[in-house]
């Protein structure tokens, strides 16, 4: 592997490894906050990328197609929690699949019926449609350097609001121990909202972006919820630091083993991380509740 | 108890009056009991568009073949095998057990098929196959109730082969998904290409990124890449193929059901000037193709996909055969023998069986475009292969009927 194969291959990783954190960070804090499994996350991966490919479809323009589909989306996990989930909280985690499965099914047929079965366009300005030099031998697709970015920057920005903020704090104060933060004054429920619907807008911005690059079409977010579901565990259950690590590792470890080892192994490599890093730290890689 | 007996008495004086009257009788009986023809294909899921165009393709074969076949009326019972092997094969084992279906078709992928084709054969039933056409059927497991219409998996790869070997390319690049069709597709297209190969990738079936395949492929810098992707998996990889900046670099070839009427529209124009190795496109120039494709778009509103052609021409298969034997599908030799001989005017000009029960027909190659509507579409652009069997020939040992 050349030195600018391997550049390239590393930014496929990370880029990989980013849009993977944008999916779990919000699986991972609702999970960890509010002791919820929700698998019907990749419902709201997919409802992100169909309408951004609608409003581009409809208005042209895909910035604000960007905008309405992360808003909508966060519209769409705030009904979803308030209806649904919040009577969720206090009940056994089997309920919790169960219940979060049947959205996914009722999802993918609203879906099915508000587009078909056919995949759908999710047509890319321009610009963004191409590639770009960076180096001599490297030729990167923009809009994956875009994906890039702005997967970096919501990282710094999460980070940013979680540590240095009050209801970063309120959130980790949940995090670690909830009945504790809530008597001394917290309002869990509004910390609850504010959490499910933040996590339901970075799923619909993670799904708008992948659905750019690959395929829109009804059931596009259960694979993905795989692996989101594997970050979550490798991360440690809570922990955004943890999340995002594990995303990278997943990442890259994932693009490399694709190219460098047999098909069969390569696919399963990283399960077979995760069960190495769950035998040598149980809890994952920053548990929360340590 | 009197009762009982005078009615036990009834019904044998019954049963002895319907013994004499036995030849008329079964005949009657015979004549109205419906033909049950078992169509199980994928309706969920991202690859449910096959599905649904395999499925319209069908239809439209019987709604031209009209409410009977051969002078008897027909029944068709339908299921769902979800793209999984387990899911399709409890499907069938229900159709086959409660349904008594005689006739089955529709499975799009053939590690589904595999999986159900055994017990389908072994209960007696026929399975006419509208798209799957793995090598085992073909070759050591071919059967005399199995028979191929749309192609036999290399084919359609054996054509692009003899292609790229007339244009003089060196380096190919090849990748598939790691499952039973995508091994056969790279065996075929070695078959009749034998120049060198850059490399043949096998990646996990249902991935949705490319990048890090894509990135090593430009720097194999090959002649032409040739790949198998179906359904969803095609789109992502044309995208991103296109997203690379390799369209206008690397031609880039694929054979049927990656590119089509099923996954165009969610490509766009990043599928445009890719080639396709394929026995039907949408322009052939014979009555009975014209007569589908402008019938299809009149009754769905788009143009058809292969699929939906090869599942199109399943039907007239079956009906011409049933014909044939006059209704009587029961005498299974006589049957069998009318779908090897079976004549009927197909999409694709001449058709007939080879003796392992798949098609000899000729292989084309076909270019993206725009039509004149602006839709995408494959164009005709040369026929490739003419006649062309299949390879396994050799390997299959048909058992006499």
Sequence with gaps: ?????????????????????????????????????????????????????????????????????????AGIGAVMERLILRRFYARDHLDQVLVTFGLILVFNDLVRLVWGVVPVQLRLPGPFSGSVQLMAEVQYPAFRLVILAVGLLVALGLYFVVVHTRIGMWIRAGASNRPMASALGVDVGLIFSLVFAAGAALAGLAGLMAGAISSVQVGMGEPVLILALVVTVIGGIGSIRGAFLAALIIGIVDTFGRVLLPPALGSMVIFMLMAAILAWRPKGLFPVNA | MQGHFHKAALAALAGSVSLVAQPWFATAAFAQAPIKIGFVTTMSGPEGVIGRDIADGFNLALKHIGPKMGGRDYQVVYGDDQVKPDVGRQVVDKMLESDKVQIMSGIIFSNVLLASVKPILDAGAFYISANAGPTAMAGKQCHPHFFGVAFQNDNNFEGLGQYLKDKGLKKIYFLAPNYPAGKDMAAGFKRFYKGEMAAEVFTAFGQLDYSAEIAQLR?????????????????????????????????????????????????????????????????????????????????????????????????RVINAAVEAVGGKIEDKAAFQKALENVKFDSVRGSFKFTPNHFPVQDYHLAQIEKDSKGRLVGAFRQTVLKDMGNAYGDDCKMPAP
């Design chain 2, 219 to 315: 720097a194999a810098k090959p002649d032409a890449v040739v790949m198998f992707y179906p359904g969803g998996m095609g789109i992502n990889f044309v995208k991103q193929y296109s997203q690379a900046g390799l369209m206008s670099q690397i031609p880039l070839f694929t054979g049927p059901g990656t590119v089509d009427q099923t996954t165009l529209p969610a490509i766009g124009e990043a599928a445009l000037g890719m080639y396709i190795g394929a026995m039907w496109t949408e322009f052939g120039e014979n009555p009975a193709n014209k007569k589908f494709v402008a019938d299809f778009e009149a009754s769905y509103n788009r143009i058809p996909s292969q699929y939906a052609a090869m599942s199109y021409d399943t039907g």
């Design chain 1, 1 to 73: 592997m050349s030195f600018s194969l391997f550049i390239e291959q590393l930014l496929n990783g990370v880029q990989f490894g980013v849009m993977l954190f944008l999916i779990s960070a919000g699986l991972t804090l609702v999970f960890g906050i509010m002791n919820l499994i929700n698998l019907a996350h990749g419902a709201l991966y997919m409802s992100g990328a169909f309408i951004a490919a609608a409003m581009i479809k409809y208005t042209g323009n895909f910035f604000v197609a960007v905008v309405v589909a992360v808003v909508a989306t």
